[in-house]
């Protein structure tokens, strides 16, 4: 968890796995469902928001089935490999992760 707001019971989560070994499993989706997990139930926040590069499909597709929405797109934010990328803002509030 990231930039924690208690105020406003907000905060910003990542996950990354960097070996390709690991991807396809679940791990992504397990770590981040445990991490949602704690935020909603231990830190009673209410929304939970994360950035996804458009080149990460397999990411964007295990945040919605989380309960992730897209809220909006920061067009060309990265540069990556010679070529831009957009980054997707997404969120989940806690009932929405509950009806999971």
Do not use: C, P
């Amino acid at each position: 968890m990231l930039d924690i707001d208690h105020k406003n019971r907000n905060s910003v989560v990542r996950v990354s796995i960097f070996n390709r070994e690991f991807w396809g499993k679940g791990y992504g989706t397990e770590a981040m469902s445990l991490l949602l997990k704690f935020g909603f139930e231990i830190l009673n926040l209410h929304r939970i928001g994360l950035n996804v590069f458009s080149y990460n499909t397999r990411g964007k597709k295990s945040y919605e089935k989380l309960g992730f929405k897209q809220e909006g797109i920061v067009r060309d934010e990265l540069f990556y490999n010679g070529q831009y990328y957009d980054s997707i803002l997404m969120g989940v509030l806690k009932d929405e992760f509950n009806q999971n």
